[in-house]
């Protein structure tokens, strides 16, 4: 008989080794790989050698199936990050961090969803039924016609799903699922995994639609959501800062609907509220104009949002300066800062940089690069932009700026606010007009020497 081999796995990630080591190379986190423990029951690996499977039927790409029917839960916000409704026998992973809101989230969903006409199933391993009642209550939901179940033995969940037949499965969470044929603890690597494959392909079976709650972890004890994203169609984050009431719903895969898609929530008293105009929440603590604060016209998904970028610059005390970034990326605020200084001649050395997007929105868009050289230069010479201006654009290494997409859109967003001014790369489609003022320019010394007069 063959000697058992050991496998290992990264529980951030999911990747799969045959040693053991401190660092996971897929994903460079420390200390999250831990040994996988085999499946107990399973038969022996054999090779798939001398018997023969048989003939799988195949089919042409052309159909004549009208699109599936998807169903809106009259959550707009929800709808449009779904891309559009929940398309039937779909499996969804909501992943986030404990305490940000996605028990409510789903809880609300699942109100609306069986009130559109779904019979909907919630499964919740993490609190006993009569906690999510106490919560439904307060939400107002008490009389959604959902059906409800405390339970983790996924044996015991698949039976009453197959008994029940819900077009709606939703799972709170995914790493408190236990399956008995595989020997590890609840949240291991190796449960995870089998609890959301048996769910999801469960589901695409019998034509029920399952959502997977997902804990973010960061320690590694228990697996993360990544584990289970190539297992499903659609992967959405639920995202949001402590101490800020909106949490952002993102959709970072969709195989029924656009990537990126964003929708916004207000967390409130009585649960999570839609919030319609985005730009105007998150600029409403705007006030007079201020050094170092710069409003960026960026899209999300398939909408447009402004947002406010806002730059502290100050002389460091330490050998080694800082560079502090909230909400963006700092290995592009790093290429940012060495654009400035080899292309338009003005050095950061011996400053502390901190940027920040307001309100905790993460921005992901290279066309912010120059809403970014911009906060950084209002900061840096202490000269204020004027309130009513908007900032796009992407910079090249050479210093060249670069037209970006939908141009179009982010112009009339900001007309729509209220904004008088835009500044944009030049070419690209941008026209102005309807009381807003274009101010192009081609390459960013340009737009440093003619905005701030540096450079
Ligand atoms: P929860 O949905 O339990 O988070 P998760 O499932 O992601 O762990 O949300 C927990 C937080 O939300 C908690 O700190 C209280 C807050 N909350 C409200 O502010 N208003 C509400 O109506 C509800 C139900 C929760
Ligand atoms: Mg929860």
Redo the contacts with the bound molecule.
């Keep these: 008989m063959a000697k058992a081999t050991k496998t290992f796995s990264c529980t951030a990630c999911g990747a799969t080794y045959n040693k053991w080591s401190g660092r996971c190379d897929g994903c460079g986190e420390w200390n999250s790989i831990v040994e996988d423990t085999p499946l107990s029951a399973g038969p022996a690996r054999k090779s798939l050698g001398g018997k023969r499977g048989s003939a799988i039927q195949l089919t042409d790409l052309s159909t004549e199936e009208a699109p599936p029917p998807r169903t809106h839960s009259g959550l707009g916000e929800l709808d449009r990050v779904l891309g559009g409704g929940l398309v039937p026998s779909s499996a969804i992973l909501v992943g986030?961090?404990?305490?940000?809101?996605?028990?409510?989230?789903l809880?609300q969903a699942a109100a609306r969803f069986a009130q559109a006409g779904l019979k909907t199933i919630y499964v919740s391993g993490?609190e006993a039924s009569a906690q999510v009642r106490m919560?439904a209550q307060?939400?107002g939901l008490s009389d959604a016609p959902v059906k409800l179940a405390a339970e983790t033995n996924l044996r015991d969940i698949l039976t009453t799903l197959e008994a029940e037949r819900p077009q709606l499965a939703i799972i709170?969470?995914i790493q408190t699922m236990w399956a008995d044929n595989v020997e590890s603890a609840p949240g291991s690597v190796s449960q995870v995994r089998a609890a959301a494959h048996e769910l999801t392909s469960f589901a695409k079976r019998k034509g029920i639609s399952v959502v997977l709650?997902g804990?973010v972890t960061k320690e590694g004890q228990i697996a993360g959501p990544r584990v289970v994203e190539h297992m499903v169609d659609t992967v959405l984050y639920?995202e949001g800062e402590r101490g800020h009431q909106f949490r952002i719903l993102r959709a970072v895969k969709n195989r029924f609907g656009p990537a990126d898609e964003i929708g916004v929530f207000e967390?409130?008293?009585?649960?999570?509220a839609e919030v319609g105009n985005p730009s105007a929440l998150f600029l409403s603590e705007r006030g007079e104009p201020s050094p170092g604060s710069v409003v960026f016209s960026g899209i999300e998904g398939t909408r447009p949002v402004l947002v406010e970028f806002q730059a502290l610059i100050a002389p460091s005390p330490h050998s080694q300066a800082r560079r502090s970034v909230v909400g963006w990326d700092g290995s592009r605020l790093a290429m940012i800062l060495a654009v400035l200084e080899a292309r338009c001649g003005i050095p950061f050395a011996g400053l502390d940089v901190y940027l920040n997007v307001a309100g905790g929105m993460k921005v992901q868009e290279p066309a912010a690069d120059l809403a970014v050289a911009a906060a950084l230069l209002s900061a840096r010479e202490d000269a204020a932009l004027p309130a009513d201006t908007v900032v796009f654009g992407e910079i090249s290494l050479s210093g060249a700026l670069r037209p970006v997409g939908q141009t179009e859109n982010r112009l009339k967003e900001a007309q729509k606010l209220g904004f008088s001014t835009a500044i944009a790369p030049a070419g690209g489609k941008a026209k102005g007009g309807n009381g807003l003022t274009l101010r192009q320019y081609g390459d960013l010394a340009t737009f440093v020497g003619d905005v701030f007069g540096a450079g």
């Design positions: 986030g961090d404990p305490g940000i809101g996605k028990s409510t989230l809880l993490e919560r307060r939400l709170d969470s709650v804990h639920f967390m409130t008293g009585g649960g999570l």
